[in-house]
């Protein structure tokens, strides 16, 4: 099946810092990106959809100039967490989505990001 | 509406089955899906079931889709301590998108 990856798979930062998030599908094109959020024992929000080459389209309550998000490539996306606070502390987590539409599952996720912001 | 509600927590003796439980409110719904997601680690989909399908089985994973009532349901028959992990279901609507729309996720304790 069709993989996507994080990296890193984990980071820790200091209040104030800008930290980045890589997802890329390896073996397939993704036209479209997903950025979720995920707070321990709850469900994933979704934060973002980028489609490569165009601006992404955040969802409502997601700060854009906070969480920057960049999909210049048909296989890379990024996320940017700037001037993190603790706050910003959660479980990351890519999606990617093939560019076979009507497929039964187009949407692949990654393993996830744990940021930690002391 | 887009909500998506699932009970949060099961426990089950190994051998048993699991039935886990969801139900949401969009109609024009297209496909379903269930998503295992164990500690630490991003989503892996289970399987998933067609609006016009009432059921779908897959090897020890059973879907049963009532869409009057807007109720899905996974039986895991069998059930293994390897099957502890929290399972969420999602509802696709292209009306919104294509968003994924999932429930909160119930957490499935197996017991030796």
């Known amino acids: 099946g069709a993989v996507v990856s994080q990296h890193p798979s984990w980071v820790i930062c200091k209040s104030g810092t800008s930290v980045k998030i890589e997802c890329r599908s390896l073996?397939?094109?993704?036209?479209?990106m997903f950025w979720y959020r995920q707070f321990p024992k709850q469900s994933l929000m979704l934060m973002a959809t980028?489609?490569?080459?165009?601006?992404?389209?955040?969802e409502q309550g997601v700060e854009k100039d906070k969480f920057l998000i960049n999909h210049a490539s048909l296989t890379l996306s990024t996320l940017t967490v700037t001037s993190a606070h603790p706050e910003d502390s959660s479980f990351y987590i890519c999606?990617?989505?093939?560019?076979?539409?009507?497929?039964?599952?187009?949407?692949?996720f990654g393993p996830g990001t744990r940021l930690t912001v002391l | 509406g887009e909500d998506v509600e699932q009970s949060l927590f099961l426990s089950v003796r190994e051998g048993d089955s699991s039935v886990i439980n969801c139900t949401y409110t969009?109609?024009?719904?297209?496909?379903l899906y269930w998503y295992k997601q164990e500690p630490g680690a991003g989503l892996q989909l289970l399987t998933y079931i067609f609006s016009n399908m009432d059921m779908k089985q897959d090897q020890r994973l059973t879907v049963l889709l009532n869409k009057k009532d807007k109720h899905l349901s996974l039986r895991i028959a069998d059930t293994q301590t390897g099957d502890s992990a929290i399972y969420f279901c999602?509802?696709?609507?292209?009306?919104?998108?294509?968003?994924?729309?999932f429930g909160q996720g119930t957490e499935l304790s197996v017991k030796p």
């Open positions: 980028s489609n490569e080459g165009s601006k992404a389209t955040y």
């Open positions: 999602a509802e696709r609507n292209y009306n919104q998108g294509g968003k994924l729309i």
């Open positions: 969009d109609s024009s719904s297209t496909y």
């Open positions: 073996d397939f094109q993704a036209t479209t």
């Open positions: 999606s990617a989505r093939t560019t076979l539409l009507g497929s039964y599952n187009e949407q692949f």
